[in-house]
């Protein structure tokens, strides 16, 4: 019997159909990897550069803030926190946030006075794979947020998959489903795609849609677009000045369906035409980082993060609207307390070759 099963196996594997794709597929993998390729990244991340390092809109903040941490370990890392807020409806006067992260596992909770719960889980599967999840439990009806993302990292390539409160309960599938992918074509460009299905319940249709995008690496500069769907074009440019100076420009135009306006023609048909131009800098210094940028709109906005000591940082933020005529200003304290025994693990993590949290 077992005789019969390895002859049938290896039927399977040794006819010449089997044989013809093992050939073609091992002569395709070996001149993909002699053209020196490098993982390009996710689409989400696309304009990482530009928008989440230069721009200070994840940082911007108004009002005071007090941050209280500390860490019980580095390897696992584990540490608590407490932050306190006031002059602001931004952010809650106060919550509460615990984290775990091994090599394979990123575990993070926050809960604040008005009983808003919110959860993140994180896994590694292997080198190449991770499942994070997202969790939001509020008391007010319809704030729930429950998203579900799958990662896989390529050698030259990232594919991903989300999923935003997806349900089968009424009978049929509905919530949000975004499916990207990025592939590096040169050691200098990558091109990608995502598509999009959305349906709130199973009385409408689905919503679909697709956007295009692309990335090129110079020596010491980033460009990226992207072309998504009804219309809205975005660019970015990014570029590396000196050893502690970055700089980056961000285009974001939309053209949608107007009333009136030149080539309308009688029916008044149109199109209307939307942009916002935003230029930015970033000075990284040894103990302080500021961040600036200017938009179309009228908006200047700045934000200083000073070390005065080793556990003890202070940030400012500041926004004046010249349109507006409005201006908005930020006073934030971080204070992080660690044992001898954590500064010496963080001492050796930071030497170490170990794989890298799944934040």
């Not at 696992?76 to 407490?82: D, E, G, K, N, R």
């Not at 009424?170 to 959305?198: D, H, K, M």
């Amino acid at each position: 019997m077992a005789d019969e099963k390895a002859t049938a196996l290896g039927f399977l594997e040794q006819n010449a159909i089997v044989s013809a794709f093992q050939d073609t597929y091992r002569s395709f993998s070996e001149r993909r990897d002699a053209l020196g390729l490098s993982n390009p990244g996710t689409v989400d991340n696309i304009a990482r550069e530009v928008q989440k390092d230069v721009f200070l809109t994840n940082y911007m903040f108004t009002g005071m803030r007090a941050d209280l941490t500390k860490a019980f370990s580095v390897a696992p890392l584990f540490q608590v926190s407490h932050a306190f807020t006031m002059g602001t409806q931004a952010l809650p006067p106060y919550s509460f946030a615990a984290l775990y992260g091994t090599s394979k596992v990123f575990l993070q909770g926050n809960v604040d006075n008005d009983g808003q719960l919110s959860a993140r889980a994180n896994y590694r599967w292997s080198k190449s794979l991770v499942t994070k999840t997202n969790t939001q439990i509020a008391p007010g009806p319809g704030q729930s947020m429950f998203q579900l993302d799958n990662d896989y990292t390529g050698k030259d390539f990232t594919a991903s998959l989300k999923s935003i409160n997806p349900s089968i309960l009424e009978g049929g599938v509905t919530g949000i489903f975004i499916g990207s992918y990025l592939q590096s074509l040169t050691p200098r460009l990558a091109v990608g795609l995502e598509a999009f299905w959305s349906r709130a319940g199973l009385g409408t249709g689905p919503d679909t849609a697709v956007s295009y995008c692309a990335k090129y690496k110079g020596d010491d500069w980033i460009a990226s677009a992207q072309l998504q769907a009804q219309g809205v074009v975005n660019t970015s440019y990014w570029r590396k000045l000196t050893d502690k100076v970055e700089a980056g420009v961000d285009l974001n135009l939309q053209f949608a369906p107007g009333m009136g306006g030149r080539g309308g023609g009688l029916m008044g048909g149109g199109l209307r035409k939307e942009g916002t131009t935003t230029v930015g800098a970033k000075y990284a210094f040894r103990a302080s980082t500021f961040r600036a940028q200017v938009d179309s709109s009228g908006r200047l906005s700045c934000l200083l993060e000073k070390h005065v000591a080793p556990p003890v940082q202070i940030t400012f933020a500041g926004e004046l609207d010249q349109f507006k005529q409005q201006a908005k200003i930020g006073l934030a304290v971080s204070i992080e307390a660690a044992g001898e025994e954590v500064m010496e693990q963080q001492e050796k993590a930071a030497t170490s070759a170990a794989p890298p949290i799944p934040f």
